[in-house]
Nanobody, 124 residues
Framework: QVQLVESGGGLVQAGGSLRLSCVAS?????????MGWYRQAPGKQRELVATIGSAIQTNYADSVKGRFTISRDNAKNTVYLQMNSLKPEDTAVYYCAADRNGLIATTPKEYDYWGQGTQVTVSS
């Protein structure tokens, strides 16, 4: 059973930084998977934050370009999201997602596996 577990969320002031981690387990080796970070704020739809493919190609939402960086450590079966210059509008539950197709993808339906989410709250 594939399992994704996120960590690293919390409360931070605007302008601060957080690093989210997503550890994959359950006979799943992320080296061939596309991995993504999504977020969902109250009353809003889940939206893509960043995605990384098996060939380390990346794609970011316009709202986070230049501030967030997605990366992967295949040896640790872990994907990271480094978030800098955080803004109150970044407040949301952040979800890790994975799919066996290694090409990057931007819509939630293109990911088969999801974590439970980690809360990020940015105060002004």
């Amino acid at each position: 059973q594939v399992q994704l577990v996120e960590s690293g969320g919390g409360l931070v002031q605007a302008g601060g930084s957080l690093r989210l981690s997503c550890v994959a387990s359950g006979n799943m080796f992320i080296s061939i998977y596309r991995m993504g970070w999504y977020r969902q704020a109250p009353g809003k739809q889940r939206e893509l934050v960043a995605t990384i493919g098996s060939a380390i190609q990346t794609n970011y939402a316009d709202s986070v370009k230049g501030r967030f960086t997605i990366s992967r450590d295949n040896a640790k079966n872990t994907v990271y999201l480094q978030m800098n210059s955080l803004k109150p509008e970044d407040t949301a539950v952040y979800y890790c997602a994975a799919d066996r197709n290694g090409l990057i993808a931007t819509t939630p339906k293109e990911y088969d596996y999801w974590g439970q989410g980690t809360q990020v709250t940015v105060s002004s």
